[in-house]
């Protein structure tokens, strides 16, 4: 186990391996290795994945990267999670998508009743065999509701975006299944089809209001 805990009322699961628990009434669930867990009143569900980090208070956890719990009154009311996205593929047309997902294969959890503003910084390239061809640099905001338990993508929002050495704009989406989605883009407009070898990766922060 080798997991430490250190704090008042907090509960750890035997299955976890080098974590740290730290705070007041804390509960990490099964199969989260290597996670480091401080506050109060923070709820890691079993199975979220490894290398977890959680803070503030009145969290509840249920996706990959960071978590920082906003108070509220009750779990997972407020909070905002920090996670890592990334994708490749080819812009053969300007119908032809890109998907992201975290660490390359998962998608995003939103709990019923919920409502996300998922920011999204992206970094990305078309490489050659010269090297760079060119690169991709925008912000963009994704609003998505799970209302009861149905996910709904409602719009996004470029807020800036820069291209060199390519043409055209991005244009985002979501694959949605179940209470689960991840993003994926096209690029529309390009004069110089197909546009391929992309490799694209961007950090992500959700901002979460969950109603119960």
Request: proline fraction near 2%.
């Amino acid at each position: 186990m080798n997991t430490f805990t250190n704090g008042d009322t907090n509960t750890v699961r035997p299955t976890n391996i080098l974590s740290i628990v730290s705070g007041t009434k804390n509960y990490l669930g099964d199969n989260n290795d290597n996670s480091l867990i401080v506050g109060k009143n923070l709820v890691v569900n079993n199975n979220v994945g490894e290398s977890l980090f959680v803070t503030g208070s009145n969290a509840s956890v249920i996706n990959k990267g960071m978590t920082i719990g906003g108070g509220g009154s009750y779990g997972g009311e407020i909070q905002t999670g920090i996670v890592h996205i990334s994708g490749s593929g080819n812009f053969t047309n300007n119908t032809t998508y890109i998907n992201l997902q975290i660490e390359g294969t998962d998608s995003y959890n939103i709990p019923a009743d919920s409502m996300w503003v998922l920011k999204i910084l992206l970094s990305g390239m078309q490489y050659g065999l010269s090297g760079i061809d060119g690169t991709i640099t925008g912000e963009y905001n994704l609003h998505i509701v799970n209302r009861g338990t149905t996910v709904i993508f409602i719009n996004a929002t470029t807020i800036d975006e820069t291209l060199d050495n390519m043409t055209g704009y991005l244009v985002w989406d979501v694959v949605i299944s179940g209470e689960t989605f991840y993003p994926r883009v096209k690029l529309v407009g390009s004069a110089t089809y197909p546009e391929n070898d992309i490799k694209l990766s961007a950090l992500t922060t959700f901002t979460q209001y969950h109603y119960e």
